[in-house]
């Protein structure tokens, strides 16, 4: 167990509802990141925060919006669903500042269908 | 962008037979390269990780090795055993190049035969 907890873990939505998940990251980790895995799929990514601030996002548009707080939880909104935003949905915490600078630790995810 | 490419997509070998997955990249600035192992109702953990100034890099079973004239770099395990079934990704990035993230490869399923 990495000590990342997401939650929900599934939920059901229809096109142009909005959605917000939720990410507790492991202690002592100030960066979260975002991603987002398509069935067969490898992780694709969102964006990613520190220290209260997106400071790098992928290629997603802005209806993906998100948000850290203080004690560096995070959550991930996402507005007008659409169809291929079902997927499942991964929070990643580190210790450092720049992603991809060392390992990830993920959460088990939240799976969210669209119909 | 980075673009991470993935072979192959399956993979199914007899247990304590090794198993090799390829992956190769576009982008010349990358050096970090992690394989995350993913299994069934999880999400991805780190096996192994390798930087460009490595051309290899073993722990135990599992071995990365990088080509970094060709862009590619692959994993090795050993000496498979049945825990070993799940998805493998490759990924990519720059260390200290901003947060632009891991990008993925598409991903192998390993399947242990007994």
């Known amino acids: 167990e990495t000590g990342v907890t997401q939650s929900p873990t599934h939920l059901i939505k229809t096109r142009g509802q909005q959605v917000t998940l939720r990410c507790s990251s492991q202690?002592?980790?100030?960066?979260v990141s975002w991603y987002q895995q398509a069935l067969g799929q490898g992780p694709q990514f969102i964006f990613q925060?520190?220290?209260?601030?997106?400071?790098g996002r992928g290629n997603f548009p802005p209806r993906f919006s998100g948000l850290q707080f203080p004690n560096y939880s995070s959550e991930l909104n996402v507005n007008a669903l659409e169809l291929d935003d079902s997927a499942l949905y991964l929070c990643?915490?580190?210790?450092?500042?720049?992603?991809?600078?060392?390992?990830?630790?993920f959460g088990e995810g939240s799976r969210l269908t669209v119909l | 962008g980075e673009n991470v490419e993935q072979h192959p997509s399956t993979l199914s070998v007899q247990e304590g037979d090794s198993a090799v997955i390829k992956c190769t990249y576009s982008d010349s600035a990358s050096n970090y390269f992690p394989w995350y192992k993913q299994e069934l109702g999880k999400g991805p953990q780190l096996i192994i990780d390798?930087?460009?100034?490595?051309g290899e890099k073993k722990d135990q079973r599992i071995a990365v090795t990088l080509n970094k004239t060709a862009k590619h770099f692959s994993l090795h395990i050993t000496e498979t055993q049945p825990e070993d079934s799940a998805v493998y990704f490759c990924?990519?990035?720059?260390?200290?190049?901003?947060?632009?993230?891991?990008?993925f490869g598409k991903g192998t399923h390993l399947i242990i035969q007994p």
């Open positions: 990643a915490s580190s210790p450092k500042g720049l992603a991809g600078t060392g390992e990830l630790f």
């Open positions: 990924a990519a990035s720059k260390v200290g190049g901003g947060a632009d993230g891991l990008t």
């Open positions: 925060y520190y220290r209260e601030e997106e400071n």
């Open positions: 202690s002592g980790h100030n960066t």
């Open positions: 390798i930087r460009s100034n490595v």
